[in-house]
């Protein structure tokens, strides 16, 4: 005990003579989990001007989005809109290209608030809406999903925090119930020439993050023959 008492004491001395000799800061567990997710965030990245290369991906299999994450895309978009996944089979392709550090965005079907809340309990990073077409439907969008956001500590506690971030989700699962809505990228389709037109409506709406144009939609929307004139509108 005293040899222990007395190494206690000697530890306690060095440490306090190398105190002013080198002023390091150090942060707590906490506040470097919050602070990785923070300046991680596709949208956060997004804000700072940093472009990202993302493909879509129609295959159910997790080993093919992580093969799509490993080969350099940055994103993956899961497509619930016209590809052939569920909610179900989401959950181990969002593992998959977090595993690859890759980021994960849905395209959902519409703005129906029970699937909205159920996929944003699997932790994906952002949602992509089709069929924008004016403001009103930006304004909605983005309402529903500050509504939808796992906020509840029992109804949220297997949400986003345990689907993406399990080594910080004990640390992290307050922060993000409370903060996580804020990092979660909202992007509106356009695919329509009227989306096309209220296009400048839409980018002014609080909230809205990315604007989304869908090509293949938006020349098979306008009438034959017009397509060149859409593209160059586009540009």
């Known amino acids: 005990l005293v040899l222990l008492r007395d190494g206690a004491a000697r530890h306690a001395n060095e440490m306090k003579s190398t105190k ?25 990245q ?8 993302g493909a879509f991906l ?61 996929a944003l309990q699997l932790g994906v990073e952002g949602l992509i809406l089709p069929q924008t077409e004016s403001k009103q439907d930006a304004l909605d969008f983005v309402a529903l999903a500050k509504q939808c956001w796992p906020v509840s500590s029992l109804r949220g506690a297997g949400g986003p925090a345990a689907a993406v971030l399990r080594p910080s989700a004990a640390s992290s ?5 409370r ?14 020439e009227a989306g096309l037109a209220a296009v400048p409506d839409i980018v002014r709406v609080d909230g809205v993050d990315m ?3 869908a090509p293949v939609e938006l020349a098979a929307s306008c009438p034959r023959g017009q397509e060149a004139g859409l593209m160059l509108a586009l540009e």
Not at 179 to 192: D, M, N, S, V, W
């Open 58 to 118: 129609h295959l159910g299999d997790p080993l093919a989005a992580e093969l799509v994450s490993l080969a350099g895309f940055e994103v993956v978009v899961l497509d619930h809109e016209q590809g052939p996944g569920d909610l179900l089979n989401a959950v181990s392709l969002i593992h998959a290209a977090a595993s690859a550090g890759a980021h994960a965005l849905l395209r959902v079907p519409g703005r129906e608030p029970a699937y909205l809340r159920r």
């Open 179 to 192: 903060r996580g809505e804020e990092l979660l990228l909202k992007a509106c389709q356009i695919e329509t």
């Open 211 to 213: 604007v989304f144009f």
């Open 20 to 44: 002013h000799a080198s002023q390091r800061q150090f942060a707590a567990p906490l506040e470097s989990s919050r602070t990785r997710l923070a300046t991680g965030a596709l949208v956060n």
């Open 173 to 177: 699962a307050q922060h993000l119930r």
């Open 46 to 53: 997004m804000r700072r001007q940093k472009k990202a290369l």
